[in-house]
Nanobody, 123 residues
Framework: QVQLVESGGGLVQAGGSLRLSCAAS????????MGWFRQAPGKKREFVAA????????YYSDSIEGRFTISRDNAKNIVYLQMNSLEPADTAVYYC????????????????WGQGTEVTVSS
């Protein structure tokens, strides 16, 4: 069965950095584009970043203002989200997801989801 397991979340002060990881199993990892979404308290789940199957093409939400970088290591079946200059508004549960589309920016375009990892940014 397919599993996507996020890790790396936690509590960080504003201005700090975190790197989230998502380890995939049960699928042919390189066949899937990967994405990160987040859901802040009281907010709808929103697109953060996506990366194509071989890790060349990347896509980002305007809301992160160049502070985040998505990458993947197909040899390890892991997708990463490097988050720098974190702000309290980045506080959310972060989810990784897999899609057979070239990439996706909407929840409905993704086939598999992880359980989420919580990021809290304090002021």
């Amino acid at each position: 069965q397919v599993q996507l397991v996020e890790s790396g979340g936690g509590l960080v002060q504003a201005g700090g950095s975190l790197r989230l990881s998502c380890a995939a199993s049960g699928l042919s990892f390189s066949r899937y584009a990967m994405g990160w979404f987040r859901q802040a308290p009281g907010k709808k789940r929103e697109f953060v970043a996506a990366i194509g199957r071989i890790g060349v093409k990347t896509y980002y939400s305007d809301s992160i203002e160049g502070r985040f970088t998505i990458s993947r290591d197909n040899a390890k079946n892991i997708v990463y989200l490097q988050m720098n200059s974190l702000e309290p508004a980045d506080t959310a549960v972060y989810y990784c997801a897999a899609t057979l589309y070239d990439y996706g920016t909407r929840q409905g375009e993704y086939d598999y989801w992880g359980q989420g990892t919580e990021v809290t940014v304090s002021s």
